[in-house]
């Protein structure tokens, strides 16, 4: 099982604050079950970090998880690295965003912005998808069911072809997701799940909504399936 989305990296954005907190979060997820996980910082073109800063503190970041994980010799999942890149308008004009892909895949994780739709939003999708040569994952659609239309987000999942939704397993927790699923599928896009995991004290909730998809059987799609 992989989980798709989650900031257990220390000290790169508001998740795991030091590298304690990044171990605890590793061994609750091979607790979980996940034999692969994504470590997805957030990435905010706005505030001005260049890519190649932002993936140095990346790798480093990973690095002194591995090492102290090794040292402390606990079981963690693979750790792959990939961002969860803020949708701006404009940063498809961005040189190498596709370095931010999801380690080893053309997929980049979009998160679409929180102050409702925008018309810019889809042609940007669609401009990062064809000035780079990427396949957007859109990251927790299921945040955006109250603050979009249905119109609106058929306008997002559908700008570019081959698009992936990524759904975190908090929605399992709130209300009954099988209608909004079956709207997704008429689609026809894949659909993945993350944790989005950003610091230990998020574990029980994590746990029951885990607990729930699997109850109902849910599909879990990995993106390394295969590998
Ligand atoms: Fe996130």
Not at 60 to 73: F, K, N
Not at 196 to 224: C, G, T, W
Request: net charge neutral; aromatic share 8%; proline share 6%.
């Amino acid at each position: 099982m992989t989980d798709h989305h989650c900031h257990l990296l220390p000290q790169i954005d508001d998740g795991a604050s030091d590298v304690n907190d990044s171990l605890e979060i590793c061994k609750f997820l091979h607790e979980c079950g996940f034999d692969t996980v994504l470590c997805t910082p957030h990435y905010i073109p706005h505030i001005g970090i260049s890519l190649n800063e932002f993936t140095e503190q990346r790798r480093s970041a990973l690095r002194s998880v591995l090492t102290e994980a090794r040292q402390s010799g606990i079981m963690i999942p693979t750790l792959r690295l990939g961002a969860e890149v803020r949708l701006e308008q404009g940063i498809s004009q961005i040189s190498r965003l596709d370095a931010l892909c999801l380690e080893g895949t053309n997929l980049l994780l979009l998160e679409l912005p929180y102050t409702g739709f925008q018309p810019w939003i889809p042609d940007e999708i669609h401009n990062v998808a064809a000035v780079h040569g990427v396949r957007p994952v859109l990251a927790h659609i299921n945040r955006y069911w109250k603050k979009y239309s249905d119109a609106q987000l058929e306008a997002v999942i559908t700008s570019v072809e081959g698009a992936v939704v990524q759904l975190n397993y908090e929605c399992f927790g709130f209300i009954p997701p099988a209608i909004r699923l079956r709207r997704l599928e008429r689609y026809g896009c894949p659909i993945i799940y993350g944790t989005d995991l950003h610091m230990p004290s998020e574990f029980s909730r994590v746990s029951k909504n885990l607990r729930r998809a699997k109850s109902l059987k849910i599909p879990q799609l990995s993106i390394y399936r295969g590998r």
